[in-house]
């Protein structure tokens, strides 16, 4: 069965510092990957998205991702945080055979200043 | 372009009531999908209409259950309910394409006590 596991619940990290989100999938077949961001109370903004290609992705407010096959992972990272980007982060993978996304559990990131 | 609008944005409800909730999704977008954020759950998906039909369906009992009409607009319902289904609930909107990205509106906190 699809799955997506996002091993850290909850990280601390102080402004500047460098980010990285953990993600490992189980999908048999291509996955379509994404990164969405949520902010208190609000609902879920895209961060990136892959579907094919280099492996290496650039999304949205300074984050990218690496999809790597042999490691069934899709890391998340970001080279300096800022203060803004405390919220919680969710991982998901395109289930194509059932046209649903697959979610992780989610990260919270508290940054420090 | 304007981007999803679900509403109302909060409701309180009382157990064994029902509740009729609304997304309107992206003008152009045939798809909406629907997902119920717990804390202790995460994300999961309800079911997805695309051109006025149920093209796909989660794990979730019949009192929960959804439409779409000609403009795409979609509405879901909940009956009977119960305090368990106390939660945030997301609508996905996307042109229904497998490759491409979902959008999703700001969701609708409900409260059942």
């Known amino acids: 069965a699809q799955s997506v596991t996002q091993p850290d619940i909850h990280i601390t990290v102080s402004e500047g510092a460098s980010l990285e989100l953990r993600c490992n999938y189980s999908?048999?077949?291509?996955?379509?990957l994404f990164w969405y961001v949520q902010s208190p109370g609000q609902g879920l903004q895209l961060l990136l998205k892959?579907?094919?290609?280099d492996t290496l992705v650039q999304g949205i407010k300074g984050f990218e991702a690496e999809f790597k096959r042999s490691q069934s992972s899709f890391n998340l990272r970001k080279p300096s945080v800022h203060w803004s980007d405390a919220a919680e982060y969710f991982c998901?993978?395109?289930?194509?055979?059932?046209?649903?996304?697959?979610w992780g559990l989610g990260t919270s990131l508290a940054v420090n200043p | 372009k304007a981007g999803v609008t679900q509403t109302p944005r909060y409701l309180i409800k009382t157990r064994g009531q029902q509740v009729t909730l609304s997304c309107s999704p992206i003008?152009?977008?045939?798809?909406v999908s629907w997902y119920q954020q717990t804390p202790g759950q995460g994300l999961q998906f309800l079911f997805e209409?695309?051109?006025?039909?149920?093209?796909n369906k989660g794990n979730f009992p019949g009192r929960f259950s959804g439409r779409q009409f000609s403009n795409s607009r979609s509405e879901m319902n909940v009956s009977t309910l119960e305090l368990g289904d106390s939660a945030l609930y997301l609508c996905?909107?996307?042109?229904?394409?497998?490759?491409?990205?979902?959008?999703f509106g700001q969701g609708t906190r409900l409260t059942v006590v």
């Open positions: 996905a909107s996307s042109s229904g394409q497998i490759n491409t990205e979902a959008f």
């Open positions: 003008s152009g977008h045939r798809s």
């Open positions: 209409y695309f051109s006025e039909t149920q093209r």
């Open positions: 999908y048999g077949a291509t996955p379509y």
């Open positions: 892959y579907f094919s290609g």
């Open positions: 998901a993978v395109f289930a194509g055979n059932n046209r649903k996304l697959i």
